[in-house]
């Protein structure tokens, strides 16, 4: 495993391959699981592999004229940022941000059941949290998941049984079309999605988000 600080050529802004993906980095925003911005994340600007962001411009390219866009949580992820959450991991617990995003666990139970790693594919570049949004006559609005971004849980499995038939369709929409551009998912989560083939399988990258 390589650690390195330094910004290869061929890691891209996303809006520079594909302008009209939605981009919500979650964690540039105190809008998130730990309620604080985190370290390394200086803009709300999803950086990837060059291959993993013309992928996802064909993707958006393909759902356009469904009036479908893509919707972006969290793309690469620097090495500090997971830092940041296994030091928040030891601060005391605050309810209300329990309640919201891991009503069924402590932060411990986090880490230990897979749900934040200390190694994340997201440092490495080809891995995207996202969902699907359509437009509306008050804008754009995320299609119904059933649950949102980063709760954690069984709810937040892609094959979770208990969702209504809107709920089921929507995800399985999601999955099939990454799936089919050449993405994997994630067992526990379902806006989680990794480039097959990725260009840094073993690399772990720190630097920042601007």
Same mark, same amino acid.
């Given at each position: 495993?390589?650690?390195?600080?330094?910004?290869?050529?061929d890691?891209?802004e996303?809006?520079?391959?594909?302008?009209?993906?939605?981009?919500?980095? %979650?964690?540039s925003?105190?809008?998130?699981?730990?309620? #604080?911005?985190? $370290?390394g994340?200086?803009?709300?600007?999803?950086? /990837? &592999?060059?291959k993993?962001?013309e992928?996802?411009?064909?993707?958006?390219?393909s759902?356009?004229?469904w009036?479908?866009?893509?919707y972006?949580?969290?793309?690469?992820?620097?090495?500090?940022?997971?830092?940041?959450?296994?030091?928040?991991?030891?601060?005391?617990?605050?309810?209300?941000l329990?309640?919201?995003?891991?009503?069924?666990?402590?932060? %411990?139970?986090?880490?230990e059941?897979?749900?934040?790693? #200390?190694?994340? $594919?997201?440092?490495?570049?080809?891995?995207?949290? /996202? &969902?699907?949004?359509?437009?509306?006559?008050?804008?754009?609005q995320?299609?119904?998941?059933?649950?949102?971004?980063?709760?954690?849980?069984l709810?937040?499995?892609?094959?979770?049984a208990?969702?209504?038939l809107?709920?089921?369709?929507?995800?399985?929409?999601?999955?099939?079309?990454?799936?089919q551009?050449?993405?994997?998912?994630?067992?526990l989560?379902?806006?989680?999605?990794?480039?097959?083939?990725?260009?840094?399988p073993?690399?772990y990258?720190?630097?920042?988000?601007?």
């Open positions: 495993m390589i650690d390195t600080t330094k910004r290869p050529s890691f891209v996303l809006r520079a391959y594909a302008p009209s993906i939605l981009q919500d980095l %979650r964690y925003t105190p809008n998130n699981f730990t309620g #604080t911005v985190v $370290s994340y200086n803009a709300n600007n999803a950086w /990837l &592999t060059r993993t962001a992928t996802l411009a064909q993707v958006q390219h759902i356009q004229p009036g479908l866009s893509l972006i949580f969290d793309a690469y992820r620097p090495k500090q940022a997971v830092q940041h959450f296994i030091d928040w991991s030891y601060q005391a617990e605050n309810p209300a329990q309640q919201r995003f891991y009503p069924n666990m402590t932060k %411990r139970q986090l880490f059941l897979g749900y934040i790693a #200390t190694r994340s $594919s997201h440092m490495r570049g080809s891995t995207v949290d /996202l &969902t699907l949004a359509t437009q509306t006559a008050q804008g754009w995320e299609l119904d998941m059933g649950t949102e971004f980063d709760v954690f849980g709810s937040a499995a892609p094959d979770y208990d969702l209504s809107t709920q089921r369709t929507n995800r399985l929409l999601l999955r099939s079309l990454m799936l551009h050449g993405f994997h998912g994630f067992e989560e379902w806006w989680h999605f990794t480039l097959n083939n990725e260009p840094y073993e690399h990258f720190d630097f920042v988000v601007d």
